[in-house]
C-alpha cells in the first residue's frame, strides 16, 4: 500500500507540476494561482486528516498535490520584487528556508501525532497533524490574497539602472576592475 500511495504521489505530482502550473499561471494569474493552490493544500491536509480508511487516504493526494502550483507562482512574485543583483539572494534565502522546513516539519509532525495518540489522553485525534497543516495553510492562503501584485509596467522604476555601455578596454585588452555598488 505504501509504494502503491508513493506512485500516486509521483505521478499526480508530475502531471500537475509539468502540466497544471503553466496553464493555471496564463489563465488566473500568479496572485489567484498562489491562492488556489494554497487553498487545494489546505481542503488536501483536511481531508487526509478526517481519513479513516486508506482509500481516503489516497483520495487525498491529488487534492494535496494542486498544492504543488502554488510555490512556482509564489517564487515567480517574489523575483518580480527584487533587483537582478539580488536574484541569488532571494533563491538561497528561499532554499534555505526549505531546508530549515524540512528539518521542523517531521519532528513537528511527529510530536503532535505523539500527543494526540498517546494513550493516557482522554481523546485520540491521529489525524491532528494533518489538521494543523490545514490551519496553516488556509492562514497562509488568506494572507497571499492581500499580496499587492505589482504591474510589469511598474517594475522598470523597482529596479535599478544597469549601464548598458560596456567597460572601456585598456591597451592589454582587459576591463578595469572597479568595485560593484551595493544597494543595502
Do not use: C
Amino acid at each position: 500500500m505504501i509504494g502503491f500511495s508513493l506512485m500516486i504521489v509521483g505521478i499526480v505530482t508530475a502531471a500537475i507540476s509539468g502540466g497544471l502550473t503553466g496553464i493555471m499561471v496564463k489563465r488566473f494569474g500568479e496572485k489567484r494561482t498562489l491562492y488556489i493552490g494554497q487553498f487545494f493544500g489546505s481542503s488536501g491536509m483536511l481531508v487526509a486528516g478526517l481519513a479513516k480508511t486508506g482509500a481516503w487516504l489516497l483520495a487525498s493526494i491529488p487534492i494535496i498535490s494542486l498544492w504543488n502550483i502554488s510555490m512556482p507562482a509564489a517564487q515567480s512574485m517574489m523575483t518580480h520584487r527584487v533587483s537582478e543583483r539580488e536574484q541569488g539572494e532571494l533563491q538561497g534565502a528561499l532554499q534555505s528556508m526549505r531546508s530549515i522546513t524540512f528539518i521542523i516539519g517531521p519532528w513537528l509532525f511527529l510530536r503532535i501525532f505523539g500527543w494526540f495518540i498517546d494513550p493516557k489522553r482522554p481523546f485520540h485525534v491521529p489525524g491532528a497533524p494533518y489538521f494543523l497543516a490545514a490551519a496553516l495553510l488556509f492562514t497562509a492562503m488568506l494572507m497571499s490574497t492581500r499580496i499587492r501584485q505589482t504591474p510589469l509596467q511598474s517594475q522598470a522604476a523597482i529596479l535599478p539602472s544597469v549601464p548598458l555601455v560596456p567597460p572601456e578596454v585598456t591597451a592589454t585588452g582587459a576591463a578595469p576592475v572597479t568595485e560593484a555598488e551595493e544597494n543595502v
